[in-house]
């Protein structure tokens, strides 16, 4: 984003140009596909891939971290750092009080209370922020209403296509590689087999999509992914009520999260993130 506002004065010709190499970096995806490329990803190791993920968990961790001070450490806003303390310390407690509430007469919404701790957390700091119990902290504030209109003129010149193919296929290539890397976490984690070469059908056709309605290039959210682990998410169905909740919150529901804090927000993928990490990796290749 930051190049596309360097290169383009108008939000209108960074948007064309986005759009345009998400259509790029799709067909680009479907071209490797009939060339039968995805077998590369056979090359890398078990290691490498708990490397890149593990580092990945690492720079999200540290991108989380500036919302939820508030700005840097040196300079934290008081309250924005306490209500990230609090969100974390609930997501990191929620599962150990559910169990050792068990056999009590609160062990039933000590479970519900677990199994949507994420909920919870961003409630609760919602209600605080309404409540005035958290004054100065940042929220996610007003959202565009309304799905984006299908644009289907994202090649309208052919200038564009020569300048932006030869950055659009690396950037296929890196999203390729970093969304397998994520699929096959998912994978470990849930005991199954991932088709690469369905992979980077699927991911073609995702930021073809994406360009019709005027997106960016996509790939699989390594945070998000993280995050569905945590909450038990067990198969691709999960994603069609996560689009139908962002549907509704765009046609209508944009109240649901505008008082939502930004830092609880950070706060809960940040501790979606620290599962991804691979200590028992680390230690091992170590010790060796």
């Not at 390594?222 to 998410?233: D, E, F, K, N, Y």
Request: proline fraction near 4%; include cysteine.
């Amino acid at each position: 984003s930051e190049q596309l506002a360097r290169e383009y004065a108008t939000p209108e010709e960074r948007s064309a140009r986005a759009a345009t190499c998400a259509l790029l970096v799709g067909l680009v995806l479907c071209v490797m596909g009939l060339l039968r490329l995805a077998f590369l990803v056979r090359f890398l190791s078990r290691p490498a891939l708990s490397g890149f993920i593990s580092g990945s968990a690492l720079l999200i961790i540290k991108s989380m971290s500036g919302p939820m001070v508030g700005g840097h450490l040196g300079h934290a806003h008081r309250s924005t750092a306490l209500l990230s303390a609090m969100c974390l310390g609930w997501l990191f407690a929620a599962k150990p009080l559910a169990t050792a509430a068990r056999g009590t007469a609160l062990e039933r919404f000590s479970e519900g209370a677990a199994r949507f701790k994420a909920l919870v957390a961003l409630a609760l700091a919602s209600a605080a922020v309404s409540l005035k119990l958290a004054p100065g902290v940042a929220v996610v504030g007003e959202v565009p209403q309304g799905l984006p209109p299908i644009k289907l003129d994202v090649l309208s010149t052919t200038e564009r296509v020569e300048n932006m193919l030869p950055g659009a296929a690396l950037v296929a290539i890196v999203v390729f590689v970093s969304s397998f890397a994520s699929a096959k976490k998912c994978a470990l984690h849930g005991g199954y087999h991932i088709d690469s070469a369905k992979e980077m059908w699927a991911l073609g056709a995702a930021n073809v999509a994406a360009a019709a309605c005027g997106g960016v290039p996509v790939q699989v959210g390594l945070s998000r992914s993280a995050l569905a682990i945590t909450l038990g998410v067990r198969s691709q169905v999960a994603s069609l009520f996560a689009a139908a909740l962002i549907a509704i919150v765009l046609w209508g529901a944009a109240a649901l999260v505008e008082k939502v804090p930004l830092c609880a927000l950070s706060a809960v993928i940040a501790h979606a993130a620290c599962k991804l990490l691979e200590w028992d990796s680390v230690t091992r290749l170590w010790s060796r």
